[in-house]
């Protein structure tokens, strides 16, 4: 958490704390500088911060806050290098405030015009201060409310080399956007604006007063990172020897191709570092296939002396005292918080779904606001194609699911609307193009991706036996001779005793090739050549150094894969509703193993939704 | 082409043949029954060009001639008409005529000439089996054909002469395996099969094969080549492509010294493998034997941590075993055995398994055990 200052004085830092503070270039671009400028709001104690900038930032930038403000001397040190309110004990260890070096204004001022208008709460008139590539003014009177507001303009004109390494104003406008975005999620209690070249980029506003710092954290995060976020985020909270974990995560199914929506903060600052991109990686492994990236936001809070932040002069590297500790703390909240939620889907997939299916109802019956029919024709109408108004599942007939050749009839009817529906996935009742399971449950429907489903079943039963180190093989009435290159065959024997753990037993057999002589049992009959060359090619990716077992994930994944029901198989009503039993009693079951959803579920009132009778 | 015909006779062939079109054709011509009537007979014939059925009936005919039909609309609209109705038959300028009572159903035909031909070939070896012994072919060694499919020459029945080699009689046998269990069953040689080369009948010929088969007590011919099989009898033909690819040496999977010979009431002995498989809910279904003189302990159980044993009483005197077994696949077995006493002939927990049934030496079940 910051603590402001409340005590704005401006001291000279003593020579060793000078001394102590790395060396560098604050502001490197204008996103720089506007970071330097935001925090120094924040550190203010300000509510409502906005931020106007033009021309990428070149021409000006311009922060206005409602915070605590400065005396008139207090202008003329804050442009001094190394004057700062906020190191109060003159000890670099116990940084609270985002700012401690006394060198952002000073630097800014050496590049640039920079104007300071600042106001305290009790002073009857605002102060004015401007620096001009280096060159300090004299306070002058000028009018404004309480708070201060920095001007910067022409930023890098004393510095014409500086200038020329600046990108396209738009792509430096983006980089101020994301700085920005990245410290409004850090304070969610602060209201925050951006406008760019006159036109507003965004309003942040401050959540109602009565919501939980929670809530208040989910609302901004909403805000900045998008509704499907927060609808599709798990809360993660741990605690370990100091540290505190908090903050939202994304479920699996809700990914992306990048990292980009990965957000991590250290005491309120944003930070990016490799740590938590490495600690996400893997607590979301079993979820997500290796190209794709779940979408989350993680705050830390340490106590001071646990982190150093000086590691950069733009603070957005820290160095913590014992790493594996947070790894170890983000892994573990993240995997408990995945084991939670496995039986989430993704809202996000059930709304397009739903949205699809409302794009298609737009088309001739537009009924539900606009009568053109006399009004009695149509409720006439209405009722006569309504199901019974029950109030409760109307169970489907089968026949009328049996659209075209690809569903399958068979006698669902001997399960009655009260047993099986009332468990989670409910009853099964139809498959569809032999690759969708279709159940009823007590209120909605769930369609099932039975190849995704199963792969993920097999998965975990097969993870939880080698975990117990009781992996059943099924012995080989005819071993089988995978013949692969040299390369490959040679890879695969070399990991002969690890195989055998995980159920696979196999011998080189002459060069370039291996013979299986068992499987394991639970994949039941499958294509072993192609499997174990999969394995092989697999195999050439990873660290020699690294057992198989670290890499269990991918191993049984493959493995999974090839031992699963393929889409387009038939299915018998027992075989489904089978599955959907597993379905329950396995965890992490509501996505496949390459992030999927598993299943999705259509509530009574989405449906109803879709029909406009709600 | 004219012909009037009695409804349920008409229904019986065309529920033979209509069963070979494939629901989803991108063939046009393949989804039609191709129908044929001259001297005093309606031939149909359907076929999904790896397999073709071909069957004719007595009717009364008014023109001779040939035409094709969508087979599953034809066969849906006799199935509808009343029993003992008389159903005539005319094909005339690209459409088809059926009139009973007073339906009148007109179809789109598509022409005989565009329809598939058969393709005789050559076919050397002919000799006729009885329909009994044919059925019982199938049925006990169907249910290991393999269903996957990069094994595809394990996707059928290898039917073959046994050289006699082992001093034995020479037999016809069928062999079916998936890699896991393998079931072998062997009827006399029948006269002409001498010189059969091996053959792997697929998987939907041998299930069509056998429907027909019901509906016969009669001798089966059976001519082949070594890429096709004809079966016919009564009116009935049917003409198969076989698999091309090579059987695996079955008889070397085949133990032959094992001595450990476990004797079990089939029905005690299925049902309670039954009852104690119930426990694991995984594909696999693993059950664990644990013999020892005279006593017998199913056992097993689920990640779960439940669990099930039953004991039973059995012949054995042998050195006492562990083995496992996936419990489908025990069952699979003892399901072909239909006398009451089968018998379990083991080495070791890692080795073949034979079962069969006692006393009866034409058919023996080899099953991989699993390790638990
Ligand atoms: N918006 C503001 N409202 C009130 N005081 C401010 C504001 N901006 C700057 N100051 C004062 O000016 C001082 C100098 O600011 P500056 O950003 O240069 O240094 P800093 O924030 O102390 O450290 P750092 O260089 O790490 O940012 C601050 O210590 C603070 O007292
Ligand atoms: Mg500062």
Redesign the pocket.
Known sequence: MVHNSLN?E?RRLPEIIVNQIAAGE?VERPAAAVK?LV???I??GATAIDIAVRDGGKAQISVT?N????TPD?LLL?VERH????LPDDDLVLIKSL????????SIGAVARLTLT?RTADADSAWSLSVNGGKIGKPVPAAQGPG?R?DVRELFYATPARLKFLKTPRTEANHISDTLERLAMAHPGIAFSLEIDGKRRFQYWRPANDLLDNDAQLFRLAAVMGQDFADNAMTIMAERQGLTLSGFAGLPTLNYPTARHQYLFVNGRPVRDKLLFGAVRGAYQDFLARDRNPALALFVDCPADDVDVNVHPAKTEVRFRDPGLIRGLIVGALKHALAEAGHRASTTVSQAALGSFQAQSQAPYRTNTNHYAPRGAAEAVAQYFAPPNTGTAVGIGLPDLDAGPSARDEPFSEMTSGEAQDFPLGAARAQLHETYVIAQTADGLVIVDQHAAHERLVYEHMKTAMANGDVARQVLLLPEIVEMDEAAAGRISDRAAEFAELGLILEPFGQGAVIIREVPALLGQIDITTMVKDLAEELAEYDKALGLKDRLADVCSTMACHGSVRAGRRMQAEEMNALLRDMEATPHSGQCNHGRPTYVELKLKDIERLFGRR | MKFTIERSTLLKILAHVQSVVERRNTIPILANVRLEAGDGMVRLTATDMDLTIDESVAADIGASGATTAPAHLFYDIIRKLPDGAQVEITANDGRLDIVSGRSVFNLNCLPAEDFPGQGDGDLPHKFTIGSAELRGLIDRTRFAISTEETRYYLNGIYIHASSGDDGGQKMLRAVATDGHRLARVEVELPDGAEGMPGIIVPRKAVAELRKLADTTSAGIEISLSDTRIVVSFDNITLASKLIDGKFPDYERVIPTDNDKLLAVDCRTFEAAVDRVSTISTEKSRAIKLKVDAGNLTLSASSAETSSATEAMEVDYDREAIEIGFNAGYLLDITQQIEGSDAELLMADAGSPTIVREAGDLSALYVLMPMRV
């Open positions: 704005p401006i604050v330097e925090e120094n709001a550190d203010a806050d915070g605590h403000g400065m207090d804050a004057a700062t309110s906020k700012g401690f070096r006394g060198e952002a204004l000073p600042s201060t920095i």
